[in-house]
Nanobody, 119 residues
Framework: QVDMVESGGGLVQAGGSLRLSCAAS????????MGWYRQAPGKLQRELVA??????KTNYADSVKGRFIVSRDEKTVFLQMSSLKPEDTAVYYC??????????????WGQGTQVTVSS
C-alpha cells in the first residue's frame, strides 16, 4: 500500500506563485516517475502538467513551460508555479509510477489540492 499526500494549494492573484508538494509513503521498492496533473472546472479529463522521471528528465505541458518547475527529492515531488493565470485554476493531483520488488509497476494518485487564481 502506498499513500500520496499533497499540500500547498490555495487562492492566489494572477501573477502570483504557489508551491505544491506531494509525499509518497508506504511499500515502495522503486519510484519510476512522479508528476502532476490537473482537472479544470467543467472538464472531465485530467491533463498532464509536468513529470519528472527517476533519472531527473522532465516534461511539461506547453501551457506551463517557462512558468512551472517540477522537481523531486527522494519520495517527494514538488511543483513550483509562477506567473499564475486564471486558466491555471484547477484541482491538481500528483501521480507516481512505483515498481514493487517483482518489477510490476503501479500508479498511485494523491487526493487532489485546489488551486484558484483570481484575475
Amino acid at each position: 500500500q502506498v499513500d500520496m499526500v499533497e499540500s500547498g494549494g490555495g487562492l492566489v492573484q494572477a501573477g502570483g506563485s504557489l508551491r505544491l508538494s506531494c509525499a509518497a509513503s508506504g511499500s515502495i521498492f522503486r519510484i519510476n516517475a512522479m508528476g502532476w496533473y490537473r482537472q479544470a472546472p467543467g472538464k472531465l479529463q485530467r491533463e498532464l502538467v509536468a513529470v519528472v522521471t527517476s533519472d531527473n528528465k522532465t516534461n511539461y505541458a506547453d501551457s506551463v513551460k517557462g512558468r512551472f518547475i517540477v522537481s523531486r527529492d527522494e519520495k517527494t515531488v514538488f511543483l513550483q508555479m509562477s506567473s499564475l493565470k486564471p486558466e491555471d485554476t484547477a484541482v491538481y493531483y500528483c501521480k507516481s509510477l512505483i515498481a514493487d520488488s517483482r518489477g510490476y509497476v503501479f500508479q498511485y494518485w494523491g487526493q487532489g489540492t485546489q488551486v484558484t487564481v483570481s484575475s
